[in-house]
């Protein structure tokens, strides 16, 4: 029985002493792998990378998104290299306005790089460009800049105040407005414009669907007046008019039942229809306009600081 008992202790020792060093040479295969697959990737991603510089200098934008989809960035070393692919692959997503590629391509550019924080400055414009209002405020606030780097603090807030009049929220656009120093250069300008669009906004009619429909019902045409299409007005009122008018001769013409008061009635009545439901949805549609313009208004003051301080 100790024979046996010492027997086990042995095979036991031996056994583990066995699963142990082949744990070791796998690990160290493994990392012999990865450190080779990093030593050709290494060689490769520069060579890439001074390829896609080239083509982002001749601005072939396409060109360096279909040859940064064709890499596989995965080695965790060299990350110099891998900031600089992901930099100027979603530079070329923002020249395209591809916006999604263009924020994920930069929002993966590590702080360390030195194109960290312009990165980060495009891809909450391209959030914002997007209508994501939301991430592009966070994105924004989680830039990191010394309190005595004043030009790039103006800049922040000045994005923050453009985002959060995109968003209308016009409590946040003040604060932000009052951090501004009004008078540097790089926003002097934008700053003021961003007051007008404010004041822009603030002039827009909260018009009624319902009366629009009213006047239009009335006097053919006067509701797409009074929602603020003018020329529209005209248009719409001319053939309701008209239709209106034959089918008023040919009723006490030809009478209430023969088929050129039935064809023009019936015509007269599609216009007319047609005319009062024009004019309820444009009011929806004149406001919205307006308000697009005013957006893409306060994204071009937006994007030129951008431009000014950074390129």
């Known amino acids: 029985m100790k024979s046996l008992s010492t027997v086990f202790v042995v095979f036991t020792l031996l056994l583990h002493c066995s699963i142990s060093l082949r744990s070791q040479n796998d690990a160290n295969i493994s990392t012999n792998d990865s450190t080779a697959d990093c030593d050709v990737t290494k060689e490769f991603l520069s060579g890439e990378l001074n390829f896609i510089k080239h083509l982002i200098t001749n601005e072939e934008f396409e060109n360096t998104i279909e040859t940064r989809l064709n890499l596989k960035l995965n080695c965790p070393t060299f990350i110099d290299i891998k900031d600089s692919i992901h930099y100027f692959s979603g530079w070329s997503g923002y020249r395209l306005k591809k916006l999604d590629f263009a924020i994920s391509e930069l929002l993966q550019v590590s702080e360390t790089s030195p194109f960290y924080v312009k990165s980060q400055f495009y891809s909450s414009f391209c959030y914002a460009f997007d209508g994501d209002n939301k991430?592009?405020?966070?994105?924004?606030?989680?830039?990191?800049?010394?309190?005595?780097?004043?030009?790039?603090?103006?800049?922040?807030?000045?994005?923050?105040?453009?985002?959060?009049?995109?968003?209308?929220?016009?409590?946040?656009?003040?604060?932000?407005?009052?951090?501004?120093?009004?008078?540097?250069?790089?926003?002097?300008?934008?700053?003021?414009?961003?007051?007008?669009?404010?004041?822009?906004?603030?002039?827009?009619k909260n018009k009624s669907q319902f009366l629009a429909g009213l006047f239009s019902a009335v006097i053919p045409g006067s509701g797409k007046f009074y929602a603020g299409y003018k020329g529209q007005a005209i248009a719409a009122a001319i053939p309701t008019i008209l239709f209106g008018a034959v089918a008023t001769e040919q009723y006490f013409k030809s009478g209430p039942k023969s088929f050129q008061f039935i064809s023009f009635a019936s015509l007269f009545s599609i216009f007319y229809v047609g005319n009062i439901w024009g004019s309820v949805i444009s009011v929806r549609t004149y406001r919205d306009d307006i308000n697009n313009k005013i957006d893409n208004g306060i994204l071009v003051d937006m994007h030129i600081p951008l431009r000014r301080f950074f390129d």
């Open 135 to 204: 991430n592009a405020i966070q994105t924004l606030a989680e830039i990191p800049i010394e309190i005595n780097n004043l030009e790039l603090m103006n800049i922040k807030n000045l994005q923050l105040a453009g985002t959060y009049l995109l968003e209308r929220d016009y409590q946040n656009y003040s604060k932000s407005l009052n951090q501004l120093d009004t008078n540097n250069y790089l926003i002097k300008n934008e700053t003021e414009r961003l007051k007008y669009h404010r004041s822009s906004l603030q002039k827009i």
